[in-house]
C-alpha cells in the first residue's frame, strides 16, 4: 500500500499513547510536535494493559513537503521512528480520561473527522495520529468539550493558542456559574463539617471537597470555592496588628490570611490535584492603593495565582473572590465574587499588575504607567457588561467647568452617581451601593445603550466620582462599577440644579415597561420659551399620570399651580409653567389607569431651564385645578366624545367661547366655573355658563367677566342617584379686558331639548323692546312675565317669539312655560334688567 494511502480506524494488538517530552516543541501553527513511543516502550508500560478494542486509532499518512520540511528517515529496525503532529486544538465532545500515569491526548472527535481529512491535503508537511478512547466519547462529552489538552506538571510551557489565533477565554469553558451548582453545595456543606471536625490538613481537605468532582475543571473549582468560604481576609494582620499567617496549615487553622496566604494554599491545594498553579507577585488596586500614585520601584503588593487548564494559562485570585475590606471599620465583610474566577486577562488587567510581563497574558502588554492611569473598574462593571466610551483615564480634567463620563451598555441598566471631595485612598470607606442621587452637580441621562454623565463641579479643586449600577430588572441597591477623579480649575457660573433623586434625566430604562414608548423631549435640558412648556409622552395603553415640578425657590403650593395634565388613552400631555428664571425639575409618575390599587411609579425626569420671560404669578393655573384636565380616557369611558377643542387648555380673546361634545348615554351633567378666590365678581361665576342639550349634543357657552385664568370643571352622574364624578377639566384663559355679559339664571325646568336663540344675555337694558326667540319641546304656552305677562308666539319652525318692553323700575323678567293640559307656568329663567341712575 503506497504511503499516500489514508489508514483509518484499524486496530493495533496494543494500547497507545503519547507525552510529551522536554524536547517536544510548540510549532507555529499551535501544533505539539512530539515522538511516537516506541511498541517496546508500550508492550512493558504496566499502566497501558487496556484491552485491545478500547483504542481504535486513525493515522493519516502523507508525504513530506520538501519546501517546508526536510524528509525524517527512520532507521533501520525500529518499529515506530515517524515523528507525529498533534494538534492542541483537540475535539470539544471526544475527551480521554485521566486514569492512567500518563496524560492522554485528544485531537479532534469523530463528528469533525470528515472536515479534518478535507484539510490535510497532498500539500500537509506533517503526519497526524488521531487517537480517540471510545469510552471517553460517551462519558460525559457535552461537560468536558471544551478542555483542552495538557503537559506533565512542572514542565515549562508556552500556552498554545487555538488554530484561529486566539486563546480561550472563561466562556469558553464554561457558560455560567450555574453549571458548577451541584459541585459548589458540596464544597460549601463539606467545609463546613470540616471546619467542624477541625480539620487543618491540606490533603484531607482537598480530597473531601473534590470528592465527586468529574474533571479538572470542577477540581480546580472545588478548591476556589473553598477558598474563598472558608478564609476571611487578615485586616489585623494587615494594618500591623497581628502576625501575618502565611503556611498553608497556619491559614486553614485560624480560617484567615492576607493575600500570600491565599495564594499559596490554592497552590497546595492544586498540587494535591494534579492542576499546575503558579504564585504571581505584582500590584492591584485594592485597599491601600491611592489614585494616581506611581508604582515605578515600588515594590508590589499583591499575591494571586495562574493555573494552567487544557494547555492554556488563566488568571484567579481567591483573595478578592471572598469578599471585601471595610477600611472605615477596620473589619473584612464576606461577600463571594465569582468574577475572580478564571477572569480573562483583558479584564484582569485593570485591576492587576504582574512585575513579569508574561503574566499579563495578553497579545499586547501594557506598561505600568498605563496601568497606573487607567479608570478603576469593579467587578460589578464586568458582569454587567458594561463598557467604557470616555474617558480612557481615571483622572478628567474640565472644560469650561465640565467634564463627561461615558458608559455602554448591552443589557438595560439603571445608573446613579456620586461626587465628593478627593481622598487619595480609592477604597476609603465610603459606599459601595446606592439607593439614590442626592447630587446635583451633574446631569445624567441615559439612553437606549448609553450612559451619559456631565458633571459640573460646584467650586475648584478635586472631586471624586463614583458611577453606581444595577440592571434594569434587579430590585436591589445600585452597586459601585467604577471611579474617577475630577479635576475642576475654575467652575462654571451657573444657577442651581435642582436634585433629581431618581436617578437620571430623561425617559427612565423601565419607562417601556411601564407603557410609555416615547417623549416629545429627549434627555438634554429643554429651554422654556416665554415661560411655558409643554411635555408630550406616547403610551401603549391606557395610563393616569401625575406630575411633580420642583425650583430651589418655588414653593410647593405654587408649583402646583404650574402644572396642568391631559391623560388620553395613547398619550400624557403635561402643561408646565414657570414662574422663576432657573432650572426646574419635571418628575412624572405612571401606573396603568385600571389598576387604581397599584402605585405610582417614576417614568421620566426633565430638566426645564427658564431663561428668559417669565409667567405672572396671576397667570398661573386655577387652584384645585383637578388631576385630569381635558379630553381623555376618563371622558371617553363615560362615553362623552367628540369635543370641539381636544385640549386642556383653551385660549380666548373675545373673553366667550363654546364647547362642544355628545353625550352619547344621557348622563346628567353639571358644569362649574370657578378661579382664584381672591378675585371678585359683581355676579356669582355660575351666571357666566349656559348650557344647551340637542340630542346628543352638549353645548357649554362661558362668558368670562374679566381677562384672567378659570377652571372650567365638567361632571357626571354615572350611576342613577350616585354622586356626580368628575370628568375632567380645562383651563380658560382670557385676554380680553372688556367683561362678558352674565347669562340668564336658569332653573330645572329648562331641560333637554330646550334652545334658547335671543336674548343671549342675562342683563337686559331698561326701557327697551327685547326680542324673544326659543324652543321648548312639548310646550303648550310659553310667556315673559314683567309688570304684564306676554304670550310668545309659536311659528313654523317651531320657534316660540315675540316682542317684550322691559319697562322701567322693574328688576327681572320671567320666562315660563307650561305643558300638557295643565295651565300651571313653570319657570324656565330669569332676566336681569340693568337699574337707571338717579335722576335719570
Not at 58 to 63: E, I, P, R, S, T
Not at 399 to 425: C, M, W
Request: aromatic share 8%; net charge neutral.
Amino acid at each position: 500500500m503506497s504511503a499516500e494511502v489514508a489508514i483509518q480506524k484499524f486496530s493495533f494488538p496494543f494500547s497507545c499513547a503519547a507525552r510529551l517530552s522536554q524536547q517536544d516543541e510548540v510549532t507555529p501553527k499551535g501544533c505539539v510536535q512530539v515522538k511516537a513511543l516506541e511498541l517496546h516502550d508500550l508492550q512493558e508500560n504496566p499502566n497501558l494493559s487496556k484491552p485491545i478494542p478500547d483504542l481504535v486509532i486513525g493515522a493519516l499518512v502523507h508525504k513530506e513537503n520538501q519546501a517546508h520540511e526536510n524528509p525524517v528517515t527512520p532507521p533501520g529496525g525500529k518499529e515506530a521512528a515517524a515523528q507525529v503532529l498533534v494538534c492542541a486544538e483537540a475535539s470539544q465532545s471526544a475527551v480521554l480520561s485521566r486514569h492512567s500515569a500518563f496524560e492522554k491526548l485528544m485531537v479532534e472527535s469523530e463528528d469533525q473527522r470528515p472536515a479534518a481529512k478535507r484539510q490535510l491535503s497532498s500539500e500537509s508537511a506533517a503526519r497526524t495520529i488521531t487517537v480517540v478512547k471510545k469510552s471517553a466519547v460517551r462519558k460525559e462529552a457535552e461537560e468536558q468539550r471544551l478542555l483542552k489538552p495538557k503537559t506533565h506538571l512542572g514542565q515549562k510551557v508556552t500556552p498554545c493558542v487555538a488554530a484561529t489565533g486566539k486563546r480561550k477565554h472563561r466562556k469558553d469553558l464554561f457558560t455560567n456559574s450555574e453549571v458548577f451548582h451541584r459541585v459548589d453545595e458540596h464544597v460549601i456543606r463539606a467545609g463546613a463539617e470540616l471546619k467542624e471536625k477541625c480539620v487543618y490538613d491540606v490533603k484531607t481537605i482537598v480530597q473531601s471537597i473534590t470528592q465527586g468532582a468529574r474533571n479538572e475543571l470542577e477540581r480546580l473549582r472545588a478548591i476556589w470555592v473553598w477558598l474563598c468560604h472558608n478564609i476571611e481576609y487578615d485586616v489585623s494582620g494587615y494594618l500591623g496588628r497581628s502576625e501575618k499567617l502565611s503556611s498553608p496549615e497556619e491559614v486553614i487553622a485560624a480560617g484567615r490570611g492576607v493575600c500570600c496566604g491565599y495564594s499559596n494554599l490554592c497552590t497546595e491545594m492544586c498540587r494535591e490535584v494534579g492542576i499546575e498553579c503558579q504564585e504571581v507577585p505584582g500590584h492591584s488596586k485594592g485597599i491601600g492603593y491611592r489614585w494616581g500614585q506611581s508604582l515605578k520601584n515600588v515594590k508590589s503588593d499583591h499575591l494571586w495565582n495562574a493555573v494552567l487548564l487544557a494547555g492554556q494559562w488563566f488568571l484567579l485570585d481567591a483573595c478578592w473572590g471572598a469578599g471585601r475590606v471595610d477600611m472605615e471599620h477596620e473589619s473584612f465583610v464576606k461577600r463571594f465574587d465569582d468574577f475572580y474566577f478564571l477572569t480573562d486577562p483583558e479584564e484582569f488587567i485593570d485591576s492587576h499588575f504582574p512585575d513579569e510581563e508574561r503574566w499579563q497574558l495578553l497579545d499586547r502588554p501594557i506598561p505600568l504607567e498605563e496601568f497606573e492611569r487607567r479608570v478603576f473598574k469593579t467587578s460589578a462593571f464586568f458582569t454587567m457588561g458594561l463598557r467604557l466610551i470616555q474617558p480612557h483615564h481615571f483622572h478628567i480634567v474640565t472644560d469650561g467647568g465640565e467634564a463627561n463620563v461615558s458608559l455602554g451598555f448591552s443589557r438595560p441598566a439603571i445608573f446613579t452617581y456620586e461626587i465628593t471631595q478627593h481622598q487619595d485612598l480609592l477604597h476609603c470607606g465610603a459606599s459601595e451601593q446606592k439607593e439614590s442621587s442626592n447630587s446635583s452637580f451633574g446631569l445624567l441621562t441615559v439612553s437606549h445603550r448609553s450612559m451619559k454623565l456631565q458633571l459640573l463641579p460646584p467650586a475648584s479643586g478635586t472631586y471624586d466620582v463614583k458611577v453606581f449600577a444595577r440592571p434594569e430588572a434587579a430590585v436591589t441597591p445600585l452597586i459601585w462599577v467604577c471611579s474617577f477623579t475630577v479635576e475642576c480649575q475654575a467652575p462654571r457660573a451657573m444657577e442651581e440644579i435642582p436634585e433629581n433623586p431618581f436617578l437620571s434625566w430623561g425617559l427612565q430604562p423601565v419607562a417601556g415597561s411601564l407603557g410609555i414608548t416615547g417623549s416629545s423631549q429627549g434627555s438634554e435640558a429643554a429651554e422654556v420659551e416665554e415661560g411655558v412648556f409643554v411635555l408630550t409622552l406616547k403610551t401603549s395603553r391606557p395610563l393616569m399620570a401625575l406630575c411633580e415640578l420642583v425650583h430651589p425657590q418655588l414653593e410647593a403650593a405654587v408649583a402646583k399651580r404650574c402644572l396642568a395634565t391631559q391623560i388620553q388613552p395613547d398619550a400624557l400631555t403635561c402643561h408646565v409653567l414657570g414662574p422663576l428664571h432657573g432650572f426646574y425639575r419635571l418628575s412624572v409618575f405612571v401606573r396603568d389607569y385600571d389598576k387604581t390599587d397599584t402605585k405610582f411609579q417614576n417614568a421620566a425626569n426633565f430638566l426645564l431651564h427658564c431663561k428668559g420671560k417669565v409667567v405672572g404669578l396671576d397667570e398661573l393655573f386655577p387652584p384645585n385645578l383637578g388631576s385630569v384636565c381635558g379630553p381623555g380616557t376618563r371622558t371617553l369611558e363615560a362615553g362623552l366624545s367628540k369635543f370641539s377643542h381636544m385640549t386642556a387648555v383653551v385660549s380666548t380673546q373675545q373673553g366667550k367661547c363654546n364647547i362642544t361634545f355628545h353625550n352619547q348615554r344621557d348622563l346628567e351633567l353639571h358644569t362649574v366655573l370657578s378661579r382664584e378666590e381672591n378675585k371678585t365678581a359683581a355676579l356669582p361665576l355660575s351666571r357666566q355658563l349656559f348650557c344647551t342639550y340637542t340630542d346628543t349634543k352638549v353645548t357649554v357657552s362661558v362668558s368670562l367677566p374679566d381677562a384672567g385664568v378659570y377652571r372650567l370643571g365638567l361632571y357626571a352622574r354615572i350611576t342613577p342617584g350616585g354622586d356626580f364624578n368628575p370628568m375632567c377639566d380645562f383651563v380658560l384663559r382670557n385676554s380680553c379686558d372688556q367683561p362678558g355679559p352674565p347669562f340668564p339664571r336658569v332653573y330645572s325646568a329648562w331641560r333637554k331639548g330646550c334652545v334658547l336663540f335671543e336674548p343671549r344675555v342675562g342683563l337686559l337694558e331698561p326701557l327697551s323692546w327685547v326680542r324673544f326667540r326659543l324652543r321648548v319641546p312639548g310646550a303648550q304656552r310659553v310667556s315673559v312675565v314683567g309688570e304684564t305677562r306676554t304670550d310668545l308666539k309659536l311659528n313654523k319652525s317651531r320657534v316660540w317669539e315675540g316682542e317684550v318692553f322691559s319697562g322701567n323700575g322693574l328688576q327681572q323678567l320671567k320666562l315660563a312655560a307650561s305643558s300638557g293640559e295643565s295651565s300651571d307656568m313653570a319657570v324656565l329663567m330669569t332676566f336681569d334688567i340693568k337699574q337707571l341712575e338717579s335722576g335719570v
